[in-house]
């Protein structure tokens, strides 16, 4: 599908536009078919799995987190989480498949804090890998490599269990189960491991970041379609908006709190 009106419009990405997304996301929900928007949106998700985590950290008790502190832009705000979890939402957003197989299982398993992101990530994975739009897919599936390998990294620097922190089960994961470094294959593959484990040795998180932005935002433009005016274009353009408005927001914290926020970022890295 192409946007020719709406996508002509958009404004250069600037702080200034950064500032404006939740606004722009108001605007394009309006202009874009039913059917896309949906698909744009389902890029938000991203900020409600995190959203959702809060919730059911607070619902326990081991937070006390309120709805002050819930990741912004995201489809469902705290209320709606609420009434989601207890069965009573009628809010214009559908919610997600994975969402309710997630929380049906929630109701059975014992899970522990990081068990219970896991599996909600993983089926996040799952449902992008197998989104019905092409370059969804495409960017869900870069994504879980970068992930598992800046897990893999991570795990093996502080003696975690890789089985417990991997996304998925295909040839990836299993490779970086079975290597006990940085394969000459991997490296080959994935040139920036090198990069990644120097940032790490010098705990220049910030740089670790930037990188991984930038590495999908390249993947993007690599299997896009190259049509300005393509629904293509307004994807990659919005997941630029949406690292940027991460990092406009980590620059209002200070000190510890935005070191705490970024790490567990990177760990966590939908976005």
């Not at 994975?125 to 989104?131: C, E, L, N, S, T």
């Not at 293509?232 to 406009?248: A, K, M």
Request: charged share 30%; proline share 4%.
């Amino acid at each position: 599908m192409r946007y020719p009106y709406l996508i002509s419009g958009l404004p250069d990405i600037t702080p200034e536009t950064v500032e404006r997304l939740p606004k722009l996301l108001q605007e394009w929900e309006e202009e874009l078919l039913p059917r896309d928007w949906q698909d744009l949106s389902f890029l938000l998700l991203q900020n409600d799995n995190k959203n959702l985590l809060k919730f059911l950290r607070a619902r326990d008790g081991v937070s006390l987190l309120d709805r002050v502190s819930i990741h912004a832009p995201s489809l469902f705000n705290w209320e709606e989480l609420e009434n989601i979890y207890i069965g009573e939402y009628d809010g214009k957003n559908p919610v997600p498949e994975y969402w309710l197989q997630f929380l049906e299982e929630e109701k059975s398993r014992k899970w522990d804090i990081r068990a219970r992101e896991n599996h909600l990530l993983e089926l996040y994975y799952a449902a992008g890998i197998f989104h019905r739009n092409r370059l969804i897919r495409e960017i869900f599936s870069f994504e879980r490599d970068v992930k598992n390998i800046l897990l893999a990294l991570h795990g093996r620097r502080h003696g975690i269990k890789l089985q417990h922190i991997l996304v998925g089960d295909y040839d990836l994961a299993d490779i970086l189960l079975s290597a006990d470094g940085a394969q000459p294959g991997l490296l080959r593959e994935f040139p920036f491991i090198t990069r990644w484990q120097r940032c790490l040795d010098e705990a220049d998180l910030i740089s670790l970041e930037k990188q991984i932005d930038q590495l999908i935002l390249d993947h993007i433009d690599s299997v896009r379609v190259h049509d300005d005016l393509s629904f293509d274009f307004l994807i990659r353009y919005f997941v630029e908006l949406l690292q940027l408005y991460r990092w406009l927001n980590l620059t209002k914290l200070s000190g510890k709190n935005a070191l705490e926020e970024l790490t567990t970022t990177i760990l966590e890295k939908a976005l």
